[in-house]
């Protein structure tokens, strides 16, 4: 019998079976939403947590503080339960009224704000408050390393280590700097992609950081190409990856998926394997599948 955080990660891959054209390139999706708290995010949040308690950085009188755009917050607020810490989420005003709910249950304050970049701001500042821990994500290497240690091993292992192409969506860039990480040790053929989203699209999940904002975990000699992908593209993708291939995802997975296909059309053969983030039901109250 397993506690919550031994069912974080070991996520399954999935088959597209429907949306892919070229009948010699595979492409799966890994199911981060089949963990316990919804997302790939349970296991940055999970290590950053873990590691801070570890090297005494955070202890139970500690007020952690993070900025997100959803998943990371639902992720922490989750894991801040089970250790018993008190933690703030500041997150964008237009974010859906399930993420700030599902936090909330978790017993998580949610402060929103006008937008990341304010949010980045405010916890930053609000961290150097004593008796606060702001986590940041957007520089702290427990965030990719959680990648490094289980979500590229994963994929290697079940790819019968087969793998050709990796691709992710780039939001705080944690999930593609590990797996690159990882998966370029094992062969550094293995093509990495990242997805932004084009210049005047907005993709919950996906970003195109002003060069200010740009997390410090990123190095872009770890990724070898970026597609931008727009806001259409990926709705669409999202909306058909439901309807035709019965996977229930949101949007910044129709992305990433949208960029695999398009890097498959490009091969003559290959193994695609591609991040879904999360699971559609986090969108229900937009107009994702409206």
């Known amino acids: 019998?397993?506690?919550?955080?031994?069912?974080?990660?070991?996520?399954?891959?999935?088959?597209?079976?429907?949306?892919?054209?070229?009948?010699?390139?595979?492409?799966?999706?890994?199911?981060?939403?089949?963990?316990?708290g919804g997302s790939v995010k349970d296991r940055a949040a999970l290590n950053m947590i873990r590691t801070a308690m570890e090297r005494g950085d955070i202890h139970q009188g500690t007020k952690l503080i993070e900025a997100t755009s959803g998943n990371t917050g639902i992720a922490l607020a989750m894991i801040a339960s089970i250790y018993g810490l008190d933690i703030e989420l500041v997150m964008p005003s237009s974010s859906t009224r399930e993420r700030t709910l599902t936090m909330e249950a978790f017993g998580a304050r949610v402060t929103l704000l006008e937008s990341i970049e304010v949010c980045r701001d405010y916890a930053d500042e609000k961290g150097k408050t004593p008796g606060y821990f702001i986590l940041d994500q957007f520089a702290n290497p427990d965030n990719y390393l959680a990648h490094y240690k289980t979500t590229g091993p994963e994929i290697w292992k079940d790819t019968s280590q087969q793998i050709t192409h990796f691709v992710s969506s780039m939001g705080t860039t944690g999930s593609i700097m590990g797996n690159s990480?990882?998966?370029?040790?094992?062969?550094?053929?293995?093509?990495?992609?990242?997805?932004?989203?084009?210049?005047?699209?907005?993709?919950?999940?996906?970003?195109?950081?002003?060069?200010?904002?740009?997390?410090?975990?990123?190095?872009?000699?770890?990724?070898?190409?970026?597609?931008?992908?727009?806001?259409?593209?990926?709705?669409?993708?999202?909306?058909?990856?439901?309807?035709?291939?019965?996977?229930?995802?949101?949007?910044?997975?129709?992305?990433?998926?949208?960029?695999?296909?398009?890097?498959?059309?490009?091969?003559?053969?290959?193994?695609?394997?591609?991040?879904?983030?999360?699971?559609?039901?986090?969108?229900?109250?937009?107009?994702?599948?409206?």
């Open 1 to 36: 019998m397993a506690n919550l955080i031994d069912l974080i990660g070991n996520t399954p891959l999935v088959k597209i079976q429907k949306l892919t054209k070229n009948p010699n390139v595979q492409i799966y999706g890994k199911l981060e939403g089949n963990n316990p």
């Open 181 to 290: 990480m990882f998966l370029k040790e094992k062969n550094p053929n293995i093509q990495i992609i990242g997805c932004q989203p084009t210049e005047e699209s907005s993709i919950p999940g996906i970003r195109r950081w002003p060069e200010a904002y740009l997390p410090k975990i990123f190095d872009p000699k770890r990724v070898d190409r970026v597609i931008d992908v727009s806001q259409d593209e990926a709705t669409v993708m999202a909306r058909k990856m439901a309807k035709e291939e019965g996977i229930f995802v949101g949007m910044s997975s129709g992305g990433a998926l949208s960029a695999a296909l398009k890097v498959a059309d490009e091969l003559e053969s290959g193994l695609i394997v591609f991040i879904a983030c999360d699971r559609g039901d986090r969108y229900l109250s937009s107009d994702l599948f409206g």
